[in-house]
Structures are given as C-alpha cells and as structure tokens.
C-alpha cells in the first residue's frame, strides 16, 4: 500500500469535475505554471479544435481523427505528441516545439508553420499543400511517402533526415542544412538543390547522376542562377580534385561511390576514419561506416578491417570525460553496422526463463547445444547470432536473431518446437508464437495477399516433411530436453523492422 500524504489520509484515484476545477484554481494562486495548469488543449479523438492556445503545453499527448481548423498552435510545447489521422487547415504552427513526435495520415493545408521544429520524429503519409514552411526544420527525423506541395518559404534545418519515398514539388532546397540527410527514394518536381552540399548527402549525387525529374543546381554561372543535372555530372571532376586535396574524404568518398570507383572510395573511406578518430569525431566514423554498409558492396572482410581501423586508432584511455562520452555514444551503432548487422536485416529477440539454478549444471549445458543447433542451420543461415545467459537465478537465456524474415520465423519455431514439452505454462508458450505469428503475417502494418501468406506459412509446415534428418534431429533433442527435468517458465518473443513487402 503506497503512503498517504498525511498519516492518517487516503487519496482517491479518480474525482469529479468539480474536485479538479476547484483543485486548478488553489493551484493557479501560486502564479508558477499557469499555461501548464491552465490548459485548455490536451489528447483527444474525432475532436475539432479551432481556438487560440499559444504556448499551450501538449507533450506526449495523442491527436486521432481531429481537425485543427483555424486554430492557433503558436509557440505550443508538443515533445513526443503522436498526430494521427489528424487534419490541419488555416492554423497557426509557428515556432511550435513538437520533437520526437509521431505524425501519422496527416494534412497541413494552408498553415503558417515558419520556425516550428519537427525534428527527431517519425512522419509517414503526410501531405503539405499551401503552408509557409520558412525555417520549418526536420533535423534527424525519418520521413516515409510524404508529399510536400507548392509550399512558401525556405525549410530550416533538415540535416540527418532520411527522405524515403518524398516528394517535394515548387521547392528551393538552398541556403538550409542537408548535411548527411538520405535520399532514399525522392521524387521532385521543379526544385532547385544545393550545389556544394550534395557530395555531403547520402544518395544525393546517385540521385543527381540517375533522375529525369525537373530539377537544378543552384549556380551563379549564369543569368539563370542555376545548372542542370548533367552540368553538374561535370562539376564532380573538379569536385574530387577540390576534396582530395583538402582531405574532405566524406563526399570523395560519396562522389567516387556514385562513380563507381569503389577500391578508390574505399581508400578515401579508410583515410576519412583515420582522420576522425585522430579528431575524436566518432559520429564522422558512423556516416562513414553507413557509407559503405548502405551500397552492399564491402565484403565481411573489409567491414571487420575497417572496424579494427576505428578500434586501432581510438584508444580509450587518452580520451578525456567528453570523448569518452561520444565514443560509448557512438560505437554501439558502428559495430552493428560492420560487424553484426551490414545489410540492417530484422532482427528478433528470444527471452526464455528457466528453472536452472547453477549455469555449470548438465541442464544449462544441455539446453545450451540445443539452441546453439538451432542457430547454425545450414539450410536458414543467421546473420551472427548470438545467444546471451544471464548472471542471475535461475537463468534466463536471450537468443538474438538477425536474418530475413522467414529465416528468423522458420528458426524461432524450430526452437519453440524442441521446448514445447517443457514450458511450465501453455499461456507462456502461446504468446511466444502469437508474438511469432504476428512478426509473420505483420497484420498491425501491413495487408499481405494470399500468396505471401502462404509462402510465410507453408515455410515452416513443410520443413520437417522435407527434411526427415532434420526432424529426427528434432525429435531427438525434445526428448533429450524433455527427459532432463528442464522447465521454461517463460517465453516472449520481439521483433524489428518486419516488412514483408521489403524482404519477401
């Protein structure tokens, strides 16, 4: 039982209106917080808000099925505020704070959004018709099939964002940051980029060297201020002389990647890490490293050389609090690039709980050669996984996977399978395969026709009818398993980045 207040007090968790507003009022004597205490604006669904709540507070509420009309959202504070199936028109968003927000089958149409921050979130099937955009910023956000429609005004800070499948019609792309943002998949129409920070954004000079769309290269060569894409194709030779001999091997890098000159971008990538490492700058060491994982064309090989290059050259004990500090930061996401996970499949989590108490007992060791089995299958390569065993007890052991889709389902159940007759509870083993099955069919995201459906499924039904050495095998490890007394008293699967679409 949680401790009152006052000794002898007990406090409801749940009051009247009349409770709250008087609650409100003995609150606001204090004058501190009021917009907090006094906010008239807060998560709703199929609501339609058209009032004035400048600098509102709104953050990690949630917006379904509303309609902002004529609504002023000025200097609002919306941190980690989830928009879905939201309308905006006529409303004031400027210098709006809206960070690590999920904005989902949205509409801002006709919105003065100049200033307001949407950077570090998630935005997908959002449209921007007829708003002013002028230092509307999306600095490290990620962006899927948004359209961006004949806006006013000049973006702000769109560094570090990745572009998947955007569209960007009657935009000037110049004078803001798109530095080390990803053009995954754009379309434009009648756009105008930057000249010099192309070489600085991923795919951003494939894009320059591929596309048929209507765009150009800001220039001062001539009346018109800008060039075309093949005018610029014949830029790139002077580019590389210019990077080469200021030692900017980032865009060398990116342009003779683009060029196809991977052995001479490869030096150039080498180069580039050495000279970040010297400069501690490990987040340069990361966009190198996504530099040559995003194309596929570096071997395990020169990924592991490149990783120990990063290692040789960072020795932790010469770096100060504030080095250290961006090294843990950064190296994490650097050795699942080179090392663990190259081609960035899906991966899952497997967390079984055990009855084991002593990790050196015949039980651990028994169970332990059985999921490692598992994870080794010739026919359903991992990519490196791992299996980890925890220190407490009893034991809990964490399997990692790291494959494509149906490899990581066909291994799973397999799994599953040899440790159906020991889990302590049926509820327990269930919601490890519902939790299988909804990483196979996706159905939170995604519609899958009848034929990926069936592929999905027969995969597993079939496997052990197909391969007879493969079920004694299995028949032979339950039993084993079964007759050794083991007990899981839990099992729980996660999964990341499941898209059938991209992987089947």
């Not at 099925?65 to 941190?79: I, P, Q, R, Y």
């Not at 302590?424 to 395969?433: C, F, G, K, M």
Request: with cysteine; glycine share 4%.
């Amino acid at each position: 039982m949680l401790p009152s207040l006052n000794n002898n007090q007990d406090f409801s968790l749940s009051y009247e209106t009349q409770d709250f507003d008087e609650a409100v009022s003995r609150i606001l004597k204090h004058k501190q917080s009021v917009i907090k205490f006094n906010s008239v604006l807060s998560g709703a669904d199929s609501a339609v808000f058209s009032g004035n709540y400048t600098l509102a507070r709104i953050s990690h509420n949630c917006f379904r099925n509303c309609t902002f009309d004529g609504a002023s959202l000025h200097n609002v504070a919306g941190l980690g505020v989830t928009f879905d199936h939201t309308i905006f028109k006529n409303t004031k968003i400027s210098h709006a704070l809206f960070q690590n927000c999920v904005i989902t089958d949205c509409l801002f149409e006709n919105c003065d959004m100049e200033g307001t921050n949407l950077g570090l979130g998630y935005i997908s099937d959002t449209v921007w018709t007829g708003c002013n955009i002028n230092g509307l910023g999306f600095s490290g956000s990620y962006m899927k099939n948004c359209r961006f429609n004949e806006n006013g005004g000049r973006f702000g800070n769109m560094g570090n964002c990745c572009f998947d499948n955007v569209y960007f019609k009657g935009h000037r792309l110049t004078n803001m940051n798109l530095e080390y943002s990803e053009f995954k998949n754009v379309t434009m129409d009648q756009v105008t980029l930057p000249f010099s920070q192309m070489p600085y954004i991923f795919g951003g000079v494939d894009y320059l060297l591929n596309t048929n769309d209507s765009v150009t290269i800001s220039s001062h060569i001539n009346d018109a201020d800008c060039i075309s894409p093949k005018e610029y194709r014949d830029v790139l030779k002077d580019m590389i002389v210019f990077f080469s001999y200021k030692q900017e091997y980032f865009p060398l890098a990116n342009i003779l990647l683009a060029l196809h000159h991977d052995k001479e971008a490869w030096i150039a990538v080498l180069s580039g890490i050495v000279a970040a490492c010297r400069q501690k700058d490990f987040r340069m060491c990361k966009y190198y490293c996504k530099l040559m994982t995003m194309r596929n064309i570096a071997t395990q090989e020169q990924l592991n050389t490149l990783y120990q290059t990063l290692i040789d050259n960072s020795p932790v004990n010469q770096m100060t609090d504030a080095q250290y500090h961006e090294y843990s930061l950064y190296m994490p996401e650097i050795r699942e690039l080179l090392c663990y996970n190259p081609h960035k499949y899906p991966t899952a989590v497997l967390r079984l709980r055990t009855n084991i108490t002593d990790i050196k007992s015949e039980k651990m060791l028994e169970l332990q050669h059985c999921m490692d089995s598992m994870l080794h299958l010739d026919e359903y390569p991992l990519e490196h996984p791992s299996m980890e065993i925890s220190h407490n007890s009893p034991f809990d052991i964490t399997i990692h996977f790291c494959s494509n889709p149906i490899t990581i389902l066909v291994v799973a159940a397999l799994i599953l399978r040899i440790i159906s007759n020991i889990c302590d509870s049926y509820n327990n083993l269930a919601q490890a395969i519902s939790n299988t099955q909804e990483i196979k069919l996706n159905q939170d995201t995604i519609e899958l026709n009848k034929l990926e459906k069936a592929k999905l499924s027969t995969e597993i039904e079939n496997l052990e009818l197909q391969n007879e050495k493969l079920r004694l095998e299995l028949d032979k490890k339950q039993k084993t398993i079964t007759e050794s007394g083991i007990v899981i008293v839990k099992a729980d699967m996660t999964c990341n980045d499941f898209n059938p679409y991209k992987w089947l």
